[in-house]
């Protein structure tokens, strides 16, 4: 019912119930600090975190095959900023459930929370190995490539995206821009051109496409899409530029 406080105070008054009956914590009990700390991590707050970190702990001391308390506990850490110590955690839960998507994207998520870029490559990966239609670990994997360099790698990725999403019609000066960067003019303007026909004012795309344009050496409608940037943008020296050097080709 997700009635988390509710939940807490009746674990809580189950614990002091065997406080008073003086009964040691066994293997047995592990599920019961899964519960509990799954519960306080619900709860969310600082102090929760701080609890259910503890009970998921226990959890573990007293079995450690609880694969479930490695997530939870991974994930409490992450809440609480603390992504390096999250780590070893969800590494932890990887190793019992390979398998275990959700376990590899919170493990990329806490190399990309620490600028780990290459460290996240392989979970995220794993991810669209494991859940080819997860549009989110394409877009982070895309991203992530940009950020190495790799542009043939996030076109890919990107296209994958677009593919499951065919409206997010942005994308596609996103792989506009890796076949730029790939020194690939020509593949990349349908792509810009689709990108302003869904954003006819957005001077970005329409100057991407316009330099996109001028380098596949059509630039007779470059200099129409630079004069479109200067209707909306009069003061753009990017495409003032673009204009006046197409200008002195002619002349």
């Not at 002091?16 to 600090?33: G, I, N, S, V, Y």
């Not at 409490?76 to 070893?88: G, N």
């Not at 991203?143 to 996030?154: G, H, M, T, W």
């Not at 994308?171 to 026909?197: D, E, H, T």
Request: hydrophobic share 40%; aromatic share 12%.
């Amino acid at each position: 019912m997700k009635k988390y406080p509710q939940a807490l105070e009746a674990f809580l008054s189950y614990e002091q119930m065997l406080a008073e009956l003086e009964h040691e914590w066994t293997e047995k009990d592990a599920d019961f600090w899964v519960s509990k700390g799954q519960v306080q991590a619900e709860i969310g707050d600082s102090a929760s975190l701080e609890n259910a970190i503890a009970s998921l702990t226990k959890a573990i001391e007293l079995d450690s095959t609880k694969t479930t308390a490695y997530s939870y506990l991974g994930s409490a850490l992450f809440e609480q900023e603390r992504y390096e110590e999250a780590i070893p955690f969800f590494q932890k839960r990887i190793e019992a459930d390979p398998n275990n998507a959700s376990a590899h994207l919170n493990l990329a998520f806490s190399y990309l929370k620490l600028e780990r870029y290459r460290e996240a490559v392989e979970p995220l990966e794993k991810v669209v190995e494991l859940k080819p239609d997860n549009a989110a670990a394409h877009d982070y994997l895309a991203r992530v490539y940009i950020n190495l360099s790799k542009f043939a790698k996030a076109k890919d990725h990107y296209l994958k995206e677009i593919q499951l999403y065919p409206s997010r019609c942005d994308l596609n000066a996103n792989v506009g821009y890796c076949f730029m960067r790939l020194g690939k003019a020509a593949p990349a303007v349908p792509y810009y051109r689709k990108a302003v026909s869904c954003f006819p004012r957005k001077v970005d795309y329409l100057m991407a496409l316009a330099k996109a344009l001028e380098i596949s050496k059509n630039v007779d409608e470059a200099y129409k899409y630079y004069l479109k940037v200067l209707e909306i943008d009069p003061n753009n020296q990017d495409s003032k530029d673009g204009r006046d050097r197409i200008d002195m080709q002619r002349f």
